[in-house]
């Protein structure tokens, strides 16, 4: 099976202890934006095999035809809380998106079946879909996503 299939590049992105600071600099320094900010919690949530709640902000601005994505933990126990402890700030994941929730799970399926690591998950309702496995040859995680849209941003950074 062809894992990325109709999936397309949507993300890479950073875990930061302040979206809202990140997103400063990131404008000022490199000129990304507009940055969308909103605040998520999840519901049906799964971090390494235990059902626990987590929230988190992200940060969302367009760079060509993918994103940068910025997260910071805010409660709950998370893949992105766990990174931030250990490690501070820095790279997290890069996300492919899906155009259906089959083609996403279908993904999914393949990468249990090659015996990757699921360790995070959760359902944004009528608005998708994510889930992470840890890829270890590259010290990172690979999200996959299906979004129906997204809605309008909590803050926006200009």
């Known amino acids: 099976m062809d894992l990325i299939g109709s999936g397309t590049l ?19 320094s ?42 910071q933990p805010l409660s709950g126990k998370s893949v992105y809380a766990d990174r931030l ?20 799970h279908s993904a999914k399926k393949e990468l249990l079946k090659q015996g990757r690591e699921l360790v995070q998950s959760a359902s944004l309702g009528k608005l998708g879909e994510f889930c992470y496995f840890e890829l270890p040859e590259i010290g990172a995680c690979l999200e996959l996503l299906y979004l129906t849209a997204l809605p309008r941003p909590d803050k926006t950074i200009e």
């Open 85 to 104: 402890s250990a490690d501070g700030p820095g790279f997290h994941h890069t996300c492919i998106a899906y155009p259906s929730l089959e083609e996403m």
């Open 10 to 28: 949507h993300h890479t992105c950073f875990i930061v202890d302040d979206v809202e600071k990140a997103a400063r600099k990131m404008k000022d």
């Open 30 to 71: 490199l000129s990304i934006k507009p940055w969308g900010i909103w605040t998520i919690t999840p519901e049906d949530c799964e971090v390494r095999g235990e059902k626990v709640p987590f929230s988190f902000r992200v940060a969302i601005a367009p760079v060509g035809k993918a994103n940068f994505e910025l997260i």
